[in-house]
């Protein structure tokens, strides 16, 4: 508020200038004291203003309300009184949670109340409350003219560029507002700030000087969590949650977010175990909230308890009867459960589903083709098909355009720009493309990843991959004589589930040593180099990986070996769909495609699965991998191609790109495949085999 120089005797002068202060210090109780007793000593239109808006500040609503229909008149006496009864009757709007209301309010009496940097502020903060960012900024920098430039008007410019995206001006304003006003309040605004453009690491750094400064130290612990958290340190991150939830008298909304970040920290630590209790307190403070008790259903399904999972997807459907996210999640569990005939139909609600749209959905915005419904005709039709999720899905289910070409649809691809040359030789594709944006004129999209409840796959239907159904474009040297491995044990760090599907480094090396006859190659990428670095100088692993950029680099590399081993990553998929062998190292949290404990997939004939016996227990799993490893290094493997006929559909003539494909098919016709646990002896009759 300015200062206000009322015509009034010199010591009612400096008693409202004195609530003025208080109202400046956003303490209304004692601008309310100081105003109220001055209007009853001397009245004035400018202490009724003042004890109007303390009122309003306070939430006394209707005791404002009254007091200024009591006196509208004597306010409208004077000069600027319209403009003080609309500013208060703004400040009331606010108050009842209704800023579109308030707008025009403020905006008329800042036209009557021109040099009043409060009434300029509360439009701002209208404005910004009904998402006209831009304007809001603009009269925040004209309050700045108005009076004294307060820490707090530089925070609300950097929150209007915060949602602007303009991420490098919201720090410049952030830091102008701490330098006025270097407190822990401010240092948490930049630290979010940082979190917001996504650089936890700077973040970090003045979250920790909000802990310094002592102010809100709570918040400050939550926000140096969420800092680790996004670093995938989540056990740093637990620590500071805990010290956090240790302190006395939490606010409910508070341990709320508390534990929600804890309960997400441990499901990236793989811990669930220790998750339970936290989930059950976020139940005991919140009973009703659906999202609450499907994580206690997701912590018991990754326990493989998966009639507990039903169970609390049950009640989450007594809280929220229809909620898609329920029906998705019972879905995914019938699937884990091989139960596929009515699996598939539940999992088609992921589309609905909240959490699933917020990190797939906009895979689907810009497509204006109608999706596919699995019933409608499809020959001569042009058929966009995309995998919403992962690469490896994408190689997985891609098997899948073969069933739309047998409805005689001409088969497009959306795929990634690191992916687009290598689907290009999947037979049954006409032609691939990577823009999102900029889609061909076509008849209908899918999801490959829909296709399995159209064809109405069943466990003992899986249909079995004619393999190779993806090639590598360009080839490269062997990387020795020796029998070659190509080793990939380490996943996107942003997977969800990556704490149980990849593998620490260290367990490795006994594997390694184990084999000097056996060449190792690494096919991890940044950032785990600066980790394989003393493998690397001491010869027991060669740096595949070097130089790659795109997954044609990986076919490559795979095509160059004699065997993959990997965990549960695209690295597996494409390795299986280039006729690769491939090893697959399972967690214990294994993905519903892998079902029970077989050591096959119907998915793909060249691959074996080596699960773990016990939670994260990589050690005894790699001791049985070593053992196979023994026998299979003693036989060098060649697998025969499978005969692909890609399907033509007709009367449609298909592009050159199909026709490319199916002569490059014709070509690589062979003999009978002689397996031997995912690995095949030598073929004396094969072209191959040399």
């Known amino acids: 508020m300015p200062q206000i120089v009322p015509m009034l005797n010199p010591i009612a002068s400096q008693r409202l200038n004195e609530a003025v202060d208080a109202m400046n210090r956003n ?7 100081i105003s109220s007793q001055l209007r009853m000593t001397t009245p004035s239109p400018q202490a009724l203003y003042i004890e109007l808006l303390a009122m309003a500040g306070l939430g006394m609503i209707k005791q404002t309300e009254r007091l200024l229909r009591k006196n509208q008149q004597f306010l409208e006496q004077w000069p600027d009184g319209l403009g003080m009864s609309m500013h208060v009757q703004g400040r009331l709007a606010m108050r009842q949670n209704k800023p579109e209301v308030a707008v025009p309010l403020f905006r008329a009496a800042f036209e009557r109340l021109s040099k009043n940097q409060a009434c300029l502020l509360d439009y701002a903060e209208a404005l910004f409350h009904t998402t006209q960012f831009a304007q809001a900024h603009d009269l925040y920098v004209q309050a700045l003219t108005l009076g004294p430039p307060s820490p707090s008007i530089y925070t609300n410019l950097a929150a209007c560029c915060m949602r602007m995206q303009q991420f490098d001006q919201a720090f410049a304003y952030n830091y102008v ?21 996504g650089n936890p690491r700077e973040a970090a750094k003045h979250f920790h000087q909000a802990m310094k400064l002592g102010n809100h130290v709570v918040e400050a612990y939550h926000g140096m969590a969420e800092a680790y958290r996004r670093l995938n340190m989540p056990k740093r991150a637990v620590r500071y949650l805990r010290m956090a939830l240790g302190a006395p008298n939490l606010p409910r909304h508070q341990e709320l977010g508390l534990l929600q970040t804890l309960g997400n920290c441990y499901e990236k630590m793989g811990e669930v175990e220790a998750w339970i209790p936290y989930s059950q307190r976020l139940l005991d403070l919140d009973p009703k909230n659906i999202s609450f008790l499907l994580n206690m259903g997701n912590a018991m399904q990754m326990l493989g308890r998966y009639q507990e999972a039903l169970i609390w997807a049950d009640k989450a459907e007594e809280a929220a009867p229809g909620h898609p996210d329920i029906t998705y999640f019972r879905g995914f569990i019938h699937l884990l459960q091989g139960r596929w005939d009515i699996g598939w139909a539940g999992y088609e609600w992921r589309w609905r589903a909240l959490p699933f749209q917020e990190k797939y959905g906009a895979v689907l915005r810009p497509l204006q083709s109608p999706m596919w419904n699995g019933v409608a005709d499809l020959k001569g039709k042009v058929v966009m098909a995309l995998c919403e999720q992962g690469a490896g899905d994408l190689m997985q289910f891609g098997l899948y355009c073969k069933s739309l070409i047998e409805r005689g649809a001409i088969v497009d691809l959306l795929a990634p720009p690191s992916m687009t040359e290598l689907m290009m030789s999947m037979p049954w594709i006409r032609e691939v493309h990577d823009n999102y944006f900029r889609v061909p004129p076509h008849d209908y999209h899918v999801s490959l990843m829909t296709m399995p409840l159209y064809d109405k796959t069943l466990v003992e239907t899986i249909p079995t991959a004619p393999i190779p159904y993806l090639k590598a474009p360009r080839k490269r040297e062997r990387f020795s004589e020796k029998f070659t491995v190509a080793l990939s044990w380490y996943g996107d760090p942003k997977h969800s589930y990556d704490a149980w599907r990849s593998m620490p480094t260290h367990y490795l ?21 600066r980790t394989l670095q003393k493998y690397f100088k001491a010869g027991l692993l060669i740096d595949g990986m070097e130089g790659a950029t795109t997954f044609t680099d990986t076919a490559a590399l795979i ?32 993905d519903w495609r892998w079902l029970g404990a077989e050591s096959t997939t119907r998915w793909y004939k ?35 191609p499978d005969a692909i006929e890609p399907a033509t559909p007709e009367p449609v003539k298909p592009k050159a790109a199909s026709a490319s494909a199916e002569t490059a098919a014709k070509k690589t016709k062979r003999g009978t495949k002689l397996t031997l646990g995912g690995l095949s002896k030598r073929a004396t009759n094969s072209k191959t085999a040399k």
């Open 606 to 640: 060249n691959m074996r699965l080596f699960r773990q016996s016990k939670v994260h227990d990589w050690r005894e799993l790699l001791q049985r991998v070593a053992v196979e490893l023994r026998v299979a290094s003693k036989i060098k493997p060649v697998l025969e």
């Open 177 to 197: 507002g701490w330098t006025n006003q270097p407190d822990g309040v401010m240092a948490q605004k930049i630290g979010h700030a940082f979190i917001l453009s």
């Open 509 to 529: 090396y006994d594997l390694i040593k184990a084999f000097p006859d056996v060449q190792f190659v690494s096919m991890q990428m940044a950032p785990h180099q």
């Open 27 to 33: 303490d209304y109780s004692s601008a309310l004291s």
């Open 559 to 590: 095509d160059a070996c004699d065997l993959v081993i990997s965990v549960d990553t695209s690295t597996a998929h494409l390795a299986a769909c280039m006729n690769k062998p491939v090893w697959t190292l399972i967690s214990h949290y294994a």
